[in-house]
């Protein structure tokens, strides 16, 4: 291709240079008999100075040019391969690596049907040669005419244990029986695999098997390749190979590592049911028909980044034992990974899927990776499982909801998706909460809302704890870390302009990267908070948490049924015991023994239930238990010890606290009921005191306790207005304060989880 390249430029220069001449010569010629000789030495000047420019452009053109462009385009002149060439080169194998190769470089190599007797002789004389001994061949850089059929050129023997053939080394028995643990954990269903797990060996299950190293550099086949059911024990190195035509690598074993790195696969590439025992490299290999991986097993490292897959790509059931690395891939049609199985993590950063990519029923143990992927059609994760440390990462997706969707089992998709911080992730946040709303998956957009309201947390956090590097003192700067001399640069960059972000500190000269990379997480660049400022910021943070760990943010239903569980008996055992047991001297006034079991074993059962459902439920459940207690005991408590060390003297003693109104007995939502009756005559004649005497009175302390809370009852049950301690209405009035708070969370979190009553998402 290089002599060519300057053949074609010596020509068209001779041409350049004669056409003008002659055309000169032409003129010069009449002219001689018109004027005189002389004007043939200006003729012949003139066509030298043509000459000369285009010759020094061309060489100036040359020059300039860059070597790698001149390299790219030559190509190596090829010997067509003979026989005669063939025997030789298998007499005289070359050492390489510490391997015999035989040496078929840059060669041309022509298998097609019009020439039989080379080709049947082709395969017959490097069967022999092969099968005898571990040679490799290397055909890099050679031109295949024809169907290059690679399956033949191995060693067919069984795979059954006792009849591997003799002819094989211990160490190569030993790589065949390497298959028979791969078939034990994957449970593939392969010829054989069947074979191996068998009580005997039957014709089928024979494999070809290639002992050699086999090179394939920037080989060119015109035909198709097939090196189906072959088992290669040493490496397979491919890099920048081009296939013209479809290639069949099914049932294959790679015992040792493998590269299609760079390789062009024009036509269809079938690896089903393939087993790579070593590093598979596929990076930057261009599949421009169907990629057929199904069935296969990598048991190392398996690499396409930055691959291209023209169409359909099929993964379907393969199994990755190590890490898969589709970094950078680009699936212009639709990838198929159903059943999948991926024991560590996948990589599909900077992924780009423009068609649908299917996950259906695949297994994850470890993270799946998509940070920066661009999903612009639809991902289906349907019926996929998710070990307890796999998660989908997001950060800097690229997801359009109004355009792609992504699909998965409602209720369990949205606690699979992992961000680490909010900032730069706010837009696919909403996204991803957009797209499950469209699909009535309420629980997935409310769980990533709870996402997003944690990491607006754990900001609203660090900027009031971590050191604010805007307005932090020298003294505060150098106990975070920093040295005096920076600290001191720190100051003075602040005073001639604020920091924007704390990448701006390597701007200075006294700050180099490792200090920068070491407090990173320990300092935030903001504008300077005032006094008042950080209180309200402290009070958002406050309000903030409470909303996360009681109701999750108004996602959880069952978590907040679980809060108010807890409220009411703790409530209704208090307002009991005030009401019930009054004094022990000089007359006792104390329940009886039944009531006051039925009222422990009533409290203890609702109790368990409401534990249960914030245990269950609860992100993290002890702390949350832990926010509800802090906000129902210590008033509480201190109340009643008081209530207590003061003793109670006052009139109508015997007579309950309680009053239930007499004129209605139903189920009644009684949202403006207030906990104590008013001071009228009327109100008197209807309320009347609860009967301490009747088994089922201790029902009643409850349906108060329910009352206050979740304004809904079976009975107006109130306070009376007469001879009360002030105590015991002080405590009415929290709970019923606390009502207040709760009946309001309890509505917008009916109103975020119900589809029927979602009335109040778009008001955040």
């Known amino acids: 291709m290089h002599n060519l390249f300057f053949k074609r430029i010596g020509a068209s220069l001779r041409d350049a240079t004669r056409t003008p001449s002659r055309r000169v010569g032409t003129q010069r010629l009449n002219a001689k008999v018109r004027r005189g000789v002389s004007w043939r030495y200006s003729a012949l000047s003139f066509s030298a100075r043509r000459f000369a420019i285009a010759l020094l452009c061309v060489l100036s053109i040359l020059l300039f040019l860059p070597l790698p462009t001149w390299a790219a385009q030559t190509q190596p002149e090829r010997t067509p391969l003979t026989l005669e060439l063939l025997q030789e080169r298998l007499r005289t194998p070359t050492l390489r690596e510490g391997n015999l190769t035989v040496d078929l470089q840059k060669m041309v190599i022509d298998l097609r049907p019009e020439n039989t007797s080379f080709r049947d002789a082709f395969y017959q004389l490097l069967r022999k040669e092969l099968g005898a001994k571990p040679l490799g061949l290397d055909l890099s850089y050679t031109l295949i005419l024809g169907d290059f059929v690679g399956s033949d050129l191995g060693l067919r023997t069984p795979l059954y244990a006792q009849a591997i053939a003799a002819i094989f080394t211990a160490t190569e028995q030993k790589e065949l029986e390497r298959l028979r643990f791969v078939c034990l954990e994957s449970l593939t269903n392969s010829k054989d695999c069947r074979s191996l797990l068998g009580?005997?060996?039957?014709?089928?299950?024979?494999?070809?098997?290639?002992?050699?190293?086999?090179?394939?550099?920037?080989?060119?086949?015109?035909?198709?390749?097939?090196?189906?059911?072959?088992?290669?024990?040493?490496?397979?190195?491919?890099?920048?190979?081009?296939?013209?035509?479809?290639?069949?690598?099914?049932?294959?074993?790679?015992?040792?590592?493998?590269?299609?790195?760079?390789?062009?696969?024009?036509?269809?590439?079938?690896?089903?049911?393939?087993?790579?025992?070593e590093k598979a490299n596929f990076k930057q290999t261009q599949f421009q028909e169907l990629a057929d991986f199904q069935g296969s097993i990598f048991?190392?490292?398996?690499?396409?980044?930055?691959?291209?897959?023209?169409?359909?790509?099929?993964?379907?059931?393969?199994?990755?034992?190590?890490?898969?690395?589709?970094?950078?891939?680009?699936?212009?049609?639709?990838?198929?990974?159903?059943?999948?199985?991926?024991?560590?993590?996948?990589?599909?950063?900077?992924?780009?899927?423009?068609?649908?990519?299917?996950?259906?029923?695949?297994?994850?143990?470890?993270?799946?990776?998509?940070?920066?992927?661009?999903?612009?059609?639809?991902?289906?994760?349907?019926?996929?499982?998710?070990?307890?440390?796999?998660?989908?990462?997001?950060?800097?997706?690229?997801f359009n909801s109004n355009q792609a969707k992504i699909l998965g089992n409602p209720g369990q998709i949205g606690k699979m998706f992992c961000i680490p911080t909010l900032q730069g992730n706010q837009n696919i946040l909403r996204n991803l909460g957009q797209n499950f709303r469209q699909q009535q998956q309420v629980a997935d957009a409310n769980e990533l809302e709870y996402t997003k309201q944690q990491l607006r947390l754990v900001e609203m956090s660090r900027s009031l704890t971590a050191t604010n590097i805007n307005s932090a003192t020298v003294a505060s700067l150098i106990n975070l870390g920093f040295s005096a001399t920076q600290a001191e640069a720190i100051a003075q960059r602040r005073l001639i302009k604020l920091f924007r972000n704390s990448s701006e500190l390597l701007t200075l000269a006294d700050i180099d990267l490792e200090k920068y990379t070491q407090l990173s997480d320990r300092l935030i660049v903001s504008e300077p908070l005032s006094i008042v400022g950080w209180l309200l910021q402290a009070w958002s943070c406050l309000g903030l948490s409470v909303l996360l760990l009681l109701s999750g943010y108004g996602t959880n239903f069952w978590l907040v049924f679980g809060v108010g569980g807890v409220a009411i008996a703790y409530f209704g055992l208090l307002f009991w015991l005030v009401d019930r047991y009054r004094r022990l001297h000089p007359v006792p006034i104390i329940p009886t023994s039944y009531e006051t079991i039925s009222i422990l074993v009533s409290f203890s059962v609702l109790e368990f239930l409401s534990l249960l459902a914030i245990f269950r439920n609860a992100q993290k459940p002890w702390l949350t238990l832990g926010c509800l207690l802090l906000i129902i005991v210590p008033v509480p408590m201190a109340l009643l010890i008081r209530l207590y060390q003061q003793g109670r003297y006052h009139n109508l003693m015997d007579v309950s606290y309680f009053t239930e109104d007499g004129t209605f007995r139903q189920l009644r939502l009684l949202i403006g009921r207030l906990p104590v009756i008013p001071r009228n005559q009327t109100f008197r004649e209807r309320y009347m005191p609860l009967l301490c005497d009747r088994r089922w009175n201790w029902l009643n302390y409850y349906d108060f306790s329910l009352n206050n809370l979740v304004k809904l009852g079976f009975n107006d049950i109130r306070l009376r207005d007469e001879h009360l301690p002030g105590i015991i209405s002080a405590l009415a009035w929290y709970q019923w304060s606390l009502g207040l708070i709760y009946i309001t969370l309890v509505l917008w979190t009916l109103s975020r989880t119900i589809p029927g009553l979602n009335l109040l998402i778009y008001l955040k």
């Open 199 to 277: 009580t005997k060996s039957t014709p089928s299950s024979e494999i070809s098997v290639f002992r050699g190293v086999l090179t394939l550099v920037q080989t060119r086949f015109n035909g198709e390749m097939k090196f189906s059911n072959t088992f290669f024990l040493q490496s397979v190195d491919a890099q920048g190979a081009t296939f013209l035509q479809s290639t069949n690598w099914a049932e294959t074993r790679f015992g040792r590592p493998v590269s299609f790195s760079g390789a062009k696969f024009k036509q269809r590439s079938n690896f089903q049911g393939s087993i790579f025992f």
């Open 299 to 398: 048991e190392k490292v398996t690499n396409f980044n930055q691959a291209n897959f023209k169409q359909l790509a099929k993964f379907n059931s393969g199994q990755w034992q190590e890490n898969a690395d589709f970094s950078d891939v680009r699936f212009a049609n639709q990838a198929q990974f159903t059943k999948a199985n991926f024991n560590q993590f996948l990589l599909l950063t900077e992924a780009t899927f423009e068609q649908a990519v299917i996950f259906r029923e695949v297994e994850f143990n470890q993270s799946v990776n998509l940070q920066g992927a661009s999903i612009l059609n639809q991902a289906d994760f349907s019926d996929a499982r998710f070990s307890t440390e796999a998660c989908l990462s997001v950060p800097s997706l690229t």
